[in-house]
């Protein structure tokens, strides 16, 4: 299954022929139906609808379709219906003259300053009555169709290169705890010979001297809690069961987006907590790298659906 990036754009377009019942056949196309979907990351499905008053009663039909196939997302569909020129203009019918006339008589018996009716008012008033009478559901629903499928694989699309990109991001973490595990021995054993040199100082032994066994069981003690306090094999475990299982999740696909976005906190506290234990530049790089890396996950696993 994919990894859906919430992030896309579709655009779709269909020529309309005549509406139903006009007297010209050869009147075909005209208008041009268009329709585009645009998609960015939200953390439920959030739909908005922007469409003339002709398609306004469709956009029941219209949401019922895309929460059939999207999760999450702002959603936001814009739809447009525009004719295509003159030549493509409808003849007003003689129905419609006829009742255009009366009511302008009738305005004007209580209006007698108003103007009467051009005959570009006429064709608009002509071009509504035409887009009133067309059963829209016959175009528009297979051309949202047409732009929600569009969406889907440009989704895909962008969700195929996070998942790429959280891979490697994935990959280069691993080799960070990696080079985090020996360090804490190393460290142990500089901090270890420090105490024994400290004591030896402390009581002015000379050279060739020997510690006392309660010196150097102090140091022992000494060195020992200094390697409970700097110990970040704990959070290297866990650091490396969250990538198991993130690692498992982009593989899977589907709806993930919520749980990557729960795995990637509890990376950043693991790192948050190496940093706090780290006694040694080395280890401080290593969680500063690390923080960097997540936080470009994390920024990245929010546009994932």
């Known amino acids: 299954m994919s990894v859906y990036s919430m992030t896309g754009y579709s655009s779709a377009q ?39 008053e002709d398609l306004r009663q469709w956009e029941p039909a219209l949401r019922e379709l895309l929460v059939a196939r999207l999760k999450r997302g702002k959603i936001e569909v814009r739809a447009s219906v525009e004719a295509q020129g003159a030549s493509s203009m409808g003849e007003p019918s003689s129905k419609l003259l006829q009742r255009l006339n009366a009511l302008q008589d009738k305005v004007k018996v ?12 006429v064709l608009r008033l002509a071009a509504g009555e035409q887009s009133s009478t067309r059963d829209w559901s016959e175009d528009l629903l297979p051309l949202a169709q047409t732009a929600l499928t569009a969406l889907l694989a440009a989704r895909a699309r962008e969700g195929e290169r996070l998942a790429s990109m959280l891979l490697e991001h994935i990959k280069q973490l691993r080799l960070l705890a990696a080079k985090a595990v020996p360090l804490v021995p190393q460290l142990v054993a500089q901090q270890r ?13 000379g050279e ?18 200094f390697a409970i306090r700097i110990d970040v094999a704990e959070e290297v475990t866990r650091l490396n069961s969250h990538l198991d299982e993130l690692e498992r999740l982009i593989t899977q696909g589907g709806e993930i987006g919520k749980r990557l976005d729960f795995l990637i906190q509890e990376l ?14 080395a280890l401080t790089h290593i969680s ?5 890396l997540i936080e470009q996950m994390r920024e990245q ?3 994932i659906e």
């Open 14 to 52: 269909h020529g309309v022929g005549a509406a139903n019942g006009a007297a010209e056949p050869k009147l075909a196309g005209v208008a041009q139906l268009g329709l585009e979907i645009r998609s960015v990351n939200s953390r439920f499905l959030d739909l908005s609808f922007r469409l003339p």
């Open 110 to 121: 209580w209006l007698p300053q108003a103007g009467g009716l051009s005959v570009a008012d």
């Open 193 to 205: 010979q420090r105490f024994m040199e400290r004591w030896a100082e402390a009581m002015a032994l």
């Open 208 to 225: 060739g001297g020997a510690l006392p066994e309660s010196a150097q069981d102090r140091a022992l003690t000494e060195a020992t809690a």
């Open 268 to 281: 950043h506290r693991e790192a948050n907590t190496m940093g706090s234990k780290s006694a040694a530049l």
């Open 288 to 292: 500063v790298d690390m923080k960097v």
């Open 301 to 303: 696993v929010q546009n």
